[in-house]
């Protein structure tokens, strides 16, 4: 997907053009990756027991869906680490592991990664139930917590982030129409 300014953000087109078309990985994962891959699985179903218990919050872990946008011919598939009623509100929690180093450093360069924002973004576009949603990353091998909140005010966008703490700030740079074009392009 591309920002505003042009910028390319995420995955590259090739490689979710071959993914969409279920081509054979030309390098498999290694069993250390697969390993990897394990423990933040681990972790996950973890944290959203965790959650699952809160007398606070009604959470329904790991959620599909299917939903068709205008103008694209599939559907898009999507799993929402956890769906969340909190104060009568819909909203979603979406968790990341990693190594400690590069969580710091995320934290360090300003907030979170932006593929993260876009793929909250196109949770937003595909529920307008939705107002509000969870960034969470958790490191695996150190416990480095970070979090931050995204929810949607008159038609924008905004994000705070609580740990570390981060004043809030409009998400004016990604939208999920952009996504759309960048997968119309990807249907071509």
Not at 144 to 163: C, M, Q, S, T
Request: charge should be positive; include cysteine.
């Amino acid at each position: 997907v591309r920002d505003i300014s042009g910028k390319r953000i995420g995955a590259c087109m090739r490689s979710v053009y071959y993914k969409s078309k279920q081509t054979p990985e030309s390098n498999p994962r290694d069993f250390a990756s697969r390993l990897t891959a394990g423990f933040g699985n681990a972790i996950h179903t973890w944290f959203i027991a965790k959650l699952q218990k809160s007398k606070k919050l009604s959470v329904i872990g790991e959620a599909p869906g299917r939903v068709s946008v205008d103008g694209l011919t599939k559907e898009i598939s999507f799993r929402l680490d956890g769906l969340v009623t909190h104060r009568g509100e819909l909203g979603g929690v979406e968790l990341k592991t990693g190594a400690n180093y590069g969580l710091q450093s995320m934290c360090k360069k300003g907030g979170p990664h932006e593929k993260d924002i876009l793929q909250i973004l196109s949770y937003f576009g595909t529920n307008e139930a939705i107002t509000w949603f969870g960034l969470v990353y958790l490191a695996r091998d150190s416990g480095f917590r970070a979090e931050y909140h995204i929810w949607k005010e008159d038609g924008k966008f905004y994000l705070k982030g609580l740990v570390p703490a981060m004043s809030a700030r409009e998400i004016n740079h990604l939208s999920f129409p952009g996504i759309i074009n960048e997968w119309k392009e990807l249907e071509k």
